[in-house]
């Protein structure tokens, strides 16, 4: 009913930047929030940033300063720029949206397919 379609990952050297882009589409009636999570192998999935529809963010304490998320210039798009990239920031990024869809009181929660990101040293 809702897809989540990231983009934007890949290789980059520590130190640079790169900008991850998450559009979502399907019966939705409205989006509450959106944000991104990663995954390193043998990690937990955890925060990275996440906004909510009134444009409050949130970030985790590794990227604060760093990362900075944003609503794209089209609905129900989000997008994370990612400057001074390390090493650690390696992983699988996924985009996360809470949804209300047509015909339904309740908000769920949906995931995208992820996105590789990878900093070399």
């Known amino acids: 009913q809702v897809q989540l379609v990231e983009s934007g990952g890949g290789l980059v050297q520590a130190g640079g930047s790169l900008r991850l882009s998450c559009a979502a589409s399907?019966?939705?009636?409205?989006?509450?929030?959106m944000g991104w999570y990663r995954q390193a192998p043998g990690k937990q999935r955890e925060l990275v940033a996440a906004i909510t529809s009134g444009g409050y963010t949130t970030y985790g304490d590794s990227v604060k300063g760093r990362f900075t998320i944003s609503r794209g210039n089209a609905k129900n798009t989000v997008d994370l720029q990612m400057n001074t990239l390390k090493p650690e920031d390696t992983a699988v990024y996924y985009c996360?949206?809470?949804?209300?869809?047509?015909?339904?009181?309740?908000?769920?929660?949906?995931w995208g397919q992820g996105t590789q990101v990878t900093v070399s040293s």
């Open positions: 996360n949206a809470n949804v209300r869809i047509y015909m339904s009181l309740h908000t769920y929660a949906y």
């Open positions: 399907g019966s939705i009636f409205s989006i509450n929030g």
